[in-house]
């Protein structure tokens, strides 16, 4: 038996920790009305670049509680508009932002009309102007934790299904041809977007769908054992939240109950049995441990693979992005 087999063997026995709320579909079908009722649109300002192949714009999309959402969007400058083009969400990680020209330009020069926002709040050029009922602790996941209608993630997740909006908007995409794709909380927010998008979408007249996710060691599924496991990242701040405001944890539950409205293996089944995902795992992954990544594995219900790396930590290794090109050239181009 390899390592990997042996891996995978160990945390096929491991539970998911998390409870999935009662009425967690009427939670975000709420959330959805509310933020939708102005529809997504990209507004474009081109930018220069030196390169002729592609059209490189700075994107801002007005978010459902009127917070302007910054980023670039990215398109092959050759454009038969007989010929829509396929579309690409990403999402960056945790304290990131929407990362330099370059990064994208690698996916329009593939023929991608590729949007990358800022998360809100973080550290890029996105602002968020939502008033909490507590402050945070060196980050953002204690921020409105009193309850799920306040937590900042609340507002994240919807503003990364307008960024698919959006981008299913723009005439020259096709929006039957989207994909998101991110890394560690980009990872997460890939399928939580599109989970949502699917599976809720109608119910609120979206017009976009995503037909394929790319989630490298995804953050933001298995709270609870996250929380157990972790050793620095962003289940940290957590251990700051009890140490100051609940030493005995006496409030655990109301806060890990908060936490399960947002956790990425509740959204993952809403994915749909139409939707292909590639998954990355590292063995050595201290900040997204292995059986968190593994338990939103498992929940996903479509086409799946998942690529195991037993040297890495949090990170993928370069040949990861072989394999991305790999898989969206088969379900996109």
Request: glycine share 10%.
């Amino acid at each position: 038996m390899t390592i990997i087999q042996e891996a995978i063997e160990t945390l096929e026995t491991i539970p998911y920790l998390g409870m999935r709320p009662q009425d967690f579909e009427e939670f975000w079908l709420e959330g959805l009305r509310g933020d939708t009722r102005v529809k997504a649109r990209l507004e474009l300002e081109e930018i220069p670049y030196p390169l002729s192949k592609v059209e490189v714009f700075t994107a801002t999309v007005q978010s459902g509680d009127q917070v302007e959402l910054k980023g670039y969007f990215l398109r092959p400058r050759a454009i038969n508009l007989c010929e829509t083009l396929p579309g690409l969400v990403r999402f960056h990680g945790y304290s990131g932002n929407r990362g330099q020209i370059s990064e994208l330009l690698f996916w329009a020069l593939q023929g991608y009309a590729v949007l990358a926002l800022d998360v809100r709040g973080q550290c890029g050029k996105t602002p968020d102007s939502r008033v909490y009922p507590a402050g945070a602790y060196a980050g953002w996941m204690t921020l409105g934790l009193e309850s799920p209608h306040t937590h900042y993630l609340r507002q994240v997740y919807l503003d990364g299904v307008r960024a698919v909006e959006a981008l299913a908007n723009q005439p020259e995409v096709d929006e039957k041809r989207i994909g998101c794709i991110g890394k560690s909380q980009g990872g997460g927010l890939a399928v939580i977007a599109g989970g949502v998008i699917n599976a809720l979408g109608q119910e609120v007249n979206l017009k976009g769908g995503v037909k394929a996710v790319s989630a490298a060691i995804p953050f933001l599924a298995d709270f609870r054992r996250s929380y157990q496991l972790q050793s620095g990242g962003p289940m940290e701040e957590l251990s700051w939240y009890f140490q100051l405001h609940d030493p005995e944890h006496k409030r655990e539950e109301k806060v890990f109950t908060t936490l399960d409205y947002f956790d990425g293996v509740h959204f993952a089944p809403w994915l749909g049995k139409e939707t292909a995902c590639l998954v990355s795992m590292g063995l050595k992954d201290t900040v997204c441990p292995p059986s968190t990544v593994y338990s939103l594995y498992k929940a996903i219900c479509g086409e799946k693979k998942l690529l195991v790396y037993p040297e890495y930590g949090h990170e993928s290794p370069d040949g990861f992005m072989d394999q991305q090109i790999e898989f969206f050239a088969k379900e996109l181009l």
